[in-house]
């Protein structure tokens, strides 16, 4: 199975700020990864898909990149609502696997 | 507008079964893949179980459930179906059902979830 590993688990930021999330795969899983927010009492988001893709409707301040296995989401000037639990997921091969998720909190 | 309803949630013994269903308006089921996802209290996202749209359907499941649940669709009812059987104090989760994409299997539209309680 693919293991992905989420980092920082938990990110103290301020409106405004620039953020990264960074998540990195134990193996090649080509462009093959999504980004999703959750809000807790909402049901989760797509926001990112293969990589740097963005979602219809969702605001061009967030962005995705990647640099062999390792895989970034950034978020420019980091707004009230995207205080919310980030997941990063490798959609490359059957187990789907999440990684561990990142709290973005004020 | 695209809606996925889960129902069948509920607070059931260690041992016991449930069938989570997951309605879909709006939706083709037979074209896209589909399948569920959980959250334990307190823990991250797991995935769970996914039925592909290729012709008949593959039917995918995570190792911890693997033997015990069930991933079943009736596109004449555009639903999604879990069978879950001898339940484990550690299935205690919010169930969402989930619709891929247009991409390649990204989890682009979500359900409200259902809430399963495993007793002991």
């Known amino acids: 199975d693919i293991q992905m590993t989420q980092s920082p688990s938990t990110l103290s930021a301020s409106v405004g700020d620039r953020v990264t999330i960074t998540c990195r795969a134990s193996?090649?899983?080509?462009?093959?990864l999504a980004w999703y927010q959750h809000r807790p009492g909402r049901a989760p988001k797509l926001l990112i898909y293969k990589t740097s893709s963005l979602r219809s409707g969702v605001p061009s301040r967030f962005s995705g990149s990647a640099s062999g296995t390792e895989f970034i989401l950034t978020i420019n000037s980091l707004q009230p609502d995207d205080f919310a639990t980030y997941y990063c997921?490798?959609?490359?091969?059957?187990?789907?696997?999440f990684g561990g998720g990142t709290k973005v909190e004020i | 507008e695209l809606e996925l309803l889960e129902s069948g949630g509920d607070l059931v013994q260690s041992g016991g079964s449930l069938r989570l269903s997951c309605a879909g308006s709006?939706?083709?089921?037979?074209?896209?893949?589909m399948g569920w996802v959980r959250q334990a209290p307190g823990k991250g996202l797991e995935w769970v179980s996914s039925f592909t749209s290729t012709a008949g359907g593959t039917t995918y499941y995570s190792a911890s459930v693997k033997g015990r649940f069930v991933i079943s669709r009736d596109t004449s009812k555009n639903t999604l179906y879990l069978q879950i059987n001898n339940l484990r104090v550690e299935d205690t989760a919010m169930y969402y059902c989930?619709?891929?994409?247009?991409?390649?299997?990204?989890?682009?539209?979500w359900g409200q979830g259902t809430q399963v309680t495993v007793s002991s």
């Open positions: 709006g939706v083709i089921f037979r074209i896209y893949g």
């Open positions: 989930v619709r891929y994409g247009e991409g390649y299997r990204e989890l682009a539209y």
């Open positions: 193996q090649s899983i080509s462009n093959l």
């Open positions: 997921q490798q959609v490359y091969s059957y187990p789907l696997t």
